[in-house]
């Protein structure tokens, strides 16, 4: 590991496509001491499907709730279809036609399956202002049944329901909406096989479609190269990678995260071995010995500061 070149980090920087609908250029965010954005640039074309992949604690949520309104960045620009956006809230983004599916779903437990589809966006009788309970419902088995998903009673409560079902209401109420760019963080988490496949089916109509854009992280490179036209990967605040599904492949994206696996032990070496004031111990062959390993042991490399020490491991089915 000493005698090995570390692979300097890498950042794409601006990019744009004359059919772009969203583009962000060097956002930055930090919450205290800590920074969670350093220099983001991205855009999103008309009809596309962009995949935003990365580690636990990559920034990928951050920079979602960003353009979606619920977080303010501390700099940086967005522009949505060529004009200065900067919502002032999740209601402001949606009334500009960006709507999003927030990690922990934004679901209310004690309220039905079909008021949670309407969450903040209810039918209204006229000229009594008075929920349209019969309208909701008709609307709300629509929705679920154009997704697939079966959910037998949308008249109980969302708590009684199971993970991958209150996912499907998140998403079927966001795909029902009448915005032109969703934003999907982790659709498919809580899902199972025939549930994320029917997911996965709704996106490619959309995609086939050509009138929705979307940006969605996931974490199974599969998914990846099954719904997305292009993929972004976020690390350590930066997009250190963009490029057409069809130009990449799995092995070069797990090679990237290895690489930053490389980088961050090396910091990390390098910074106890000053702290110390001698060098790092080294293994029986003269390299520094892993942490936590034996001397004479191969280890793999350790996690960035911050990662989910039960995360999986990088390149499987639940991948970066």
Not at 169 to 177: D, E, G, L
Request: hydrophobic share 40%.
């Amino acid at each position: 590991m000493a005698d090995q070149a570390i692979p300097s980090e890498k950042i794409v920087g601006p990019s744009s496509a004359p059919d772009d609908v969203l583009r962000v250029e060097h956002i930055a965010k930090s919450f205290g001491p800590t920074t969670v954005l350093r220099d983001v640039n991205l855009h999103l074309k008309k009809g596309e499907v962009l995949g935003l992949l990365g580690d636990n604690g990559a920034g990928k949520s951050t920079l979602i709730k960003i353009l979606c309104g619920f977080q303010k960045q501390d700099s940086g620009t967005m522009w949505l279809r060529g004009e200065p956006f900067g919502p002032k809230s999740v209601d402001d983004a949606r009334a500009h036609g960006i709507d999003t599916v927030f990690q922990d779903l934004a679901l209310v437990d004690q309220l039905s399956v079909y008021h949670n589809l309407f969450l903040r966006r209810e039918k209204i009788r006229k000229p009594l202002p008075f929920l349209s309970n019969a309208l909701m419902r008709r609307e709300a088995r629509k929705a679920l049944d154009q997704i697939g998903i079966n959910i037998p009673r949308i008249d109980v409560p969302v708590a009684r329901l199971s993970g991958g079902q209150r996912q499907a209401i998140a998403v079927a109420r966001t795909v029902s909406s009448d915005a032109d760019i969703l934003l999907l963080d982790e659709p498919l988490a809580a899902m199972g096989a025939k549930e994320a496949a029917m997911i996965l089916d709704l996106i490619q109509r959309l995609r086939e479609q050509g009138n929705v854009s979307i940006i969605m992280i996931l974490h199974n490179y599969v998914h990846v190269f099954a719904a997305c036209d292009r993929v972004s990967l976020i690390q350590d605040g930066v997009i250190a990678l963009d490029k057409p599904t069809a130009e990449t492949s799995v092995d070069e994206l797990t090679e990237i995260v290895v690489e930053e696996y490389r980088r961050a032990r090396q910091e990390a070496l390098g910074a106890a071995s000053r702290g110390n004031g001698a060098p790092p111990a080294s293994g029986g062959n003269g390299a520094p010995a892993p942490a936590g390993g034996s001397s004479g042991g191969v280890s793999a490399p350790a996690s960035p500061a911050g990662a989910d020490p039960s995360a999986p491991a990088p390149g499987g089915d639940a991948g970066p």
